[in-house]
């Protein structure tokens, strides 16, 4: 039988100082992403019905495909994540996908074609997350993953308030 305190075993493990490069390269990734994703995301629906005049479901609709897409694309992307091993070159291509598709966006003349530029930027969202997630949760020891998994999500939560306030900044 183990003789273990269990205090020892109840006490937080005390996150690293330093968390590897690649985890802050991503974490720097999510928020420039973020902030140019929320730039255009709050002019969206004005865009929409005043510049496009497309009806006011049309935005429901672009946004219900464009998550309908992101979730069975982030399926897809796990599974060959974890059938490949590789997890670098599927990030990539989810990221590169989304960061040609968006300026796309100020070259659209219909609704349609706002429509498949956002159902190729969730596509691209949900096929790098996954194997971000796992490049992530490989890349530090089990006890500094709340720590990596935090960072990130707190650069990319930061992106997602500095590109609303980015886009009224520039409109001004």
Known sequence: MRNVSPARDLAPAQPDARLPRNVWVLAWVAFFNDTSTEMGYWLLPQFLVTVLGAPPMAFGLIEGAAETIASFSRL????????????????????????????????????????????????????????????????????????????????????????????IFFLR
């Open 76 to 167: 897809l992307s796990g599974w060959l994540s974890d059938l490949l091993g590789r997890r670098k070159p599927l990030t990539a291509a989810g990221y590169t996908l989304a960061n040609i598709v968006k300026p796309l966006l100020a070259l659209t003349h219909s609704w349609h074609q706002v429509f498949w530029i956002r159902f190729g930027d969730r596509a691209a969202k949900g096929f790098r997350a996954a194997p971000r997630d796992a490049l992530i949760a490989d890349s530090v020891d089990p006890a500094h993953r709340g720590a990596a998994f935090g960072l990130r999500q707190a650069l990319d939560t930061a992106g997602a308030i500095i590109g609303p306030l980015s886009a």
